[in-house]
């Protein structure tokens, strides 16, 4: 099954449920999911929703990959 691409500035946002592959339109969700419309992104976190908390952490210049931070598991 081909995937659909996710729009990242739809026209009318309000106007479908982005909880599912199925994008159905609000008033009729047949998927099921819930009881209430999903929300796009873009409606809530605003214009630039795409690169929010995408900033690699950066290693100071000469250090050695060892040295750059990670996180561990179970903290």
């Known amino acids: 099954m081909a995937r659909k691409i996710f729009p990242i500035r739809p026209a009318h946002p309000e106007r479908t449920c982005w909880g599912c592959d199925r994008y159905c339109a609000a008033d009729q969700m047949i998927c099921g999911n819930g009881t209430e419309r999903t929300q796009h992104p873009i409606e809530l976190y605003g214009p630039g929703w795409e690169g929010f908390g995408l900033d690699p ?9 060892a040295a750059t931070p990670t996180a561990q598991p179970g903290t």
């Open 57 to 65: 952490v950066q290693a100071e210049p000469g250090a050695s990959p």
